[in-house]
Nanobody, 131 residues
Framework: QVQLVESGGGLVQAGDSLRLSCAAS????????????FGWFRQAPGKEREFVAA????????YYADSVKGRFTISRDNAKSTTYLQMNSLKPEDTAVYYCAAVFSGREESIRTKRDEYNFWGQGTPVTVSS
């Protein structure tokens, strides 16, 4: 079992930056972090949860939703069992609860962009961007 805990959300103004963190833990997870693909999703009030970004197990490949491309950067530090989402030039439409997700990928350098491809989720961290 894998536990994911997000942090770093908050209230900011348009144009500001935030960095979200996702700390992963679980039985022997510290030695298997590199075998998991990670993703970030977000859910705004009254809307479906949507894909934001994903990163392959080695960190060598990343993929972004068009709405955040060029502004957000996903990264991971396998030694710290932590995944990050650096969010720059924030807009009011980025306001949402942000969720970290993980799925076991073994040795595949895969990117997953669909909610149902992930089976471990954090509790979410809220981000509010005021205009």
């Amino acid at each position: 079992q894998v536990q994911l805990v997000e942090s770093g959300g908050g209230l900011v103004q348009a144009g500001d930056s935030l960095r979200l963190s996702c700390a992963a833990s679980g039985r022997s997870f510290s030695i298997s972090m590199y075998m998991y693909t990670f993703g970030w999703f977000r859910q705004a009030p009254g809307k479906e949860r949507e894909f934001v970004a994903a990163i392959s197990r080695s960190g060598g490949t990343a993929y972004y939703a068009d709405s955040v491309k060029g502004r957000f950067t996903i990264s991971r530090d396998n030694a710290k069992s932590t995944t990050y989402l650096q969010m720059n030039s924030l807009k009011p439409e980025d306001t949402a609860v942000y969720y970290c997700a993980a799925v076991f990928s073994g040795r595949e350098e895969s990117i997953r962009t669909k909610r149902d491809e992930y089976n471990f989720w954090g509790q979410g961290t809220p981000v509010t961007v005021s205009s």
